[in-house]
């Protein structure tokens, strides 16, 4: 499968601190991207950083990549209550239009 | 703009019946997607489409087929269901490779029994 992961499976912490999960990928790729569920919703899209980036920020968000090792982060800063959901980085081919997702992060912010 | 909408929301079957499960978007984008998310499997790609009358397979094709005959529309039909096709089901669009942001629908829970 070309399928990544992300580690941990799941993350609890309190409000305020910082939440870091890891994506591992197999193959090269055009651009990695990370998505949030909220439970029973469908994806939304939350940061896109290309093959020839290794680091992009987004409001709380920051995102590296690594592509020597195939590997991606997503640090929350400060996170919040409403940060609770699950957290998949997908990976575009770069032969194109194939996107491959992880297995996902379940992140819980205590209050 | 309504951007992607699936129906049903909700379907039980029986092992064999057939339905289509309906995608539709109105953003005009030109790549639409599948996908089944089963519990600790995240999102795999059944199906994709770069354009009306193109489509091809992905990861976990088979069982469902798809056409596209619109640029709105992208149904997903499954011809003789399964148990192992219970699962939850999401369409995705994106307007081009180049900004290949996907936006999902609120997905079709399916069960079949």
């Known amino acids: 499968s070309q399928q990544g992961e992300e580690d941990p499976q799941a993350l609890s912490i309190q409000e305020g601190e910082n939440a870091t999960m890891n994506c591992s990928y197999k193959t090269s790729i055009n651009n990695l991207q990370w998505y949030r569920q909220n439970s029973g919703r469908g994806l939304v899209h939350l940061i896109l950083i290309r093959s020839n980036e290794r680091e992009k920020h987004s409001g709380r968000l920051r995102v590296t990549l690594d592509t020597s090792k195939k590997s991606s982060s997503l640090l929350i800063t400060a996170s919040r209550a409403a940060d609770t959901a699950s957290y998949f980085c997908a990976t575009e081919l770069n032969t194109g239009n194939q996107f491959y997702f992880g297995t996902g992060t379940s992140l819980t912010v205590i209050p | 703009n309504a951007g992607v909408t699936q129906t049903p929301k909700f379907q039980v079957l029986k092992t064999g019946q057939s339905m289509t499960l309906q995608c539709a978007q109105d953003m005009n984008h030109e790549y639409m997607s599948w996908y089944r998310q089963d519990p600790g499997m995240g999102l795999r790609l059944i199906h994709y489409s770069v354009g009306a009358g193109i489509t091809d397979q992905g990861e976990v094709p088979n069982g469902y087929n798809v056409s596209r005959s619109t640029t709105e529309d992208f149904p997903l039909r499954l011809l003789s269901a399964a148990p192992s096709q219970t699962s939850v089901y999401f369409c995705?669009?994106?307007?081009?490779?180049?900004?290949?942001?996907?936006?999902f629908g609120a997905g079709t829970r399916l069960s079949v029994l």
């Open positions: 995705a669009s994106s307007y081009s490779r180049d900004q290949n942001i996907q936006y």
